[in-house]
T-cell receptor, first 111, second 112 residues
């Protein structure tokens, strides 16, 4: 298994600003993922972040809106840019070894 | 596109009752995972089923993977208030990308 921490745990941001979310894993992993969970909804994959290569984005998600960094095998950041109220969600990072494990999530509220 | 249909979407029962949650797809998955998520937390992995027809038990929880690896079920016996949470099934389509397809989830409330 893997222990994953995220910062911040929650934040309230104004429209038009950006928020960067950090994800730290207690072991080296190749594959990390970023998900969005809108209120009352299931999880939607935003992108796959592999160290040493560009992130791969899912349909409906673009790099300009959700830039991702993956500087090493234990850390990644997701930035949500030009915030609007529709971006209010829980953002989760996860890692895949044989199975997938999730961080506790970052609850973002955009006012 | 692989889709997972999960039912029921909401379930409210009394302590001690039994329940079953279903996860169905027209696609074949190499494995299927069940998670439980509590408010303010990330999903926590309960079990992974890999083999068609496989049955796994975790205390009062029984997980079954369909013979054709297209569907799965979660059965809880004698539910307790601590079982309350969002139950999510997620299918792995195979390959090396580890991408999961999630069902919409079942929000279970067990009343004391």
């Amino acid at each position: 298994s893997a222990v994953i921490s995220q910062k911040p745990s929650r934040d309230i941001c104004q429209r038009g600003t950006s928020l960067t979310i950090q994800c730290q894993v207690d072991s080296q992993v190749t594959m990390m993922f970023w998900y969005r969970q809108q209120p009352g909804q299931s999880l939607t994959l935003i992108a796959t972040a592999n160290q040493g290569s560009e992130a791969t984005y899912e349909s409906g998600f673009v790099i300009d809106k959700f830039p991702i960094s993956r500087p090493n095998l234990t850390f990644s950041t997701l930035t949500v840019s030009n915030l609007s109220p529709e971006d209010s969600s829980i953002y989760l990072c996860s890692v895949a070894t044989y199975e997938q494990y999730f961080g506790p999530g970052t609850r973002l509220t955009v006012t | 596109t692989q889709l997972l249909e999960q039912s029921p979407q909401f379930l409210s029962i009394q302590e001690g009752e039994n329940l079953t949650v279903y996860c169905n797809s027209s696609s074949v998955f190499s494995s299927l995972q069940w998670y439980r998520q509590e408010p303010g937390e990330g999903p926590v992995l309960l079990v992974t089923v890999v083999t068609g027809g496989e049955v796994k038990k975790l205390k009062r929880l029984t997980f079954q993977f369909g013979d054709a690896r297209k569907d799965s079920s979660l059965h809880i016996t004698a539910a307790q208030p601590g079982d309350t949470g969002l139950y999510l099934c997620a299918g792995d389509g195979g390959g090396s990308n580890y991408k999961l397809t999630f069902g919409k989830g079942t929000l279970l409330t067990v009343n004391p």
